[in-house]
Each structure stands twice: as structure tokens, then as C-alpha cells.
């Protein structure tokens, strides 16, 4: 299974992002996929999560309102879409997918077993 995360880059407080994270190999719509971020000197944190179908989705509570996750299943491509960016959204974003669990949305990284390269999300004040 590979990821390749893309979409990252530099915008304003206040703009939007899209990452984009396409999969290749196994079982994409079996399995539940999610984005996490790690900033300069943090631990990587669960961002958003979603189920194998797409129907199940979760948030961290710091993006609710702002980040919307979804999932393409045909084209085996899942989706973060950031509105409202605020400079602390800055870190480096991974995708990750879980064969761990495929109706159920997956929030511990130590349930994610194959992961995308990052991608860098910075955001000016």
C-alpha cells in the first residue's frame, strides 16, 4: 500500500487548503483513513478521521467547523478540505490508512498502519 500525500503550501490566516492523499494497492474502501499533523517539536495528532464507506467521519475539536474530511472511493483518493486556516493549523500533514477497521472511524495513530509522506501546510498571521 503506498499514500502520496499533496496539496500542502503556504497561505494566509484565514484562506483555504485542499490536501489530497491517493492510495495505490490493497483494499482502499475497506479500510477507514485519516490526517494527522505534526508542528516543529509536537507529537503527530489525529486531525480527522474517516470510515472505509465515508459515511463515518470525526474531528479533532481545534478543527470542527473549519476542516471537512471526505473520500472518493472510485478514484481512491481521500480529501481534507481547511477553511478558515489559522497560523497554529501549521505542521506538516499525513494520511494514513487503518486495516485495522473499516466501519469504524480510527483516532490512534498506533491503529494506522501504512502512512503517506507529509505534506507542508503553513499558514502566515
Known amino acids: 500500500v503506498q499514500l502520496q500525500a499533496s496539496g500542502g503550501g503556504l497561505v494566509q490566516a484565514g484562506g483555504s487548503l485542499r490536501l489530497s492523499c491517493a492510495a495505490s494497492?490493497?483494499?482502499?474502501?475497506?479500510?477507514?483513513m485519516g490526517w494527522f499533523r505534526q508542528a516543529p517539536g509536537k507529537e503527530r495528532e489525529f486531525v480527522a478521521g474517516?470510515?472505509?464507506?465515508?459515511?463515518?467521519?470525526y474531528y479533532t475539536d481545534s478543527v470542527k467547523g473549519r476542516f471537512t474530511i471526505s473520500r472518493d472511493n472510485a478514484k481512491n483518493t481521500m480529501y481534507l478540505q481547511m477553511n478558515s486556516l489559522k497560523p497554529e493549523d501549521t505542521a506538516v500533514y499525513y494520511c494514513?490508512?487503518?486495516?485495522?477497521?473499516?466501519?469504524?472511524?480510527?483516532?490512534?495513530?498506533?491503529?494506522?498502519?501504512?502512512w503517506g509522506q507529509g505534506t507542508q501546510v503553513t499558514v502566515s498571521s
Open positions: 494497492g490493497g483494499t482502499f474502501s475497506r479500510n477507514a
Open positions: 474517516v470510515s472505509g464507506s465515508g459515511g463515518s467521519t
Open positions: 494514513a490508512t487503518s486495516y485495522k477497521s473499516g466501519s469504524i472511524v480510527v483516532v490512534t495513530t498506533r491503529n494506522y498502519d501504512y
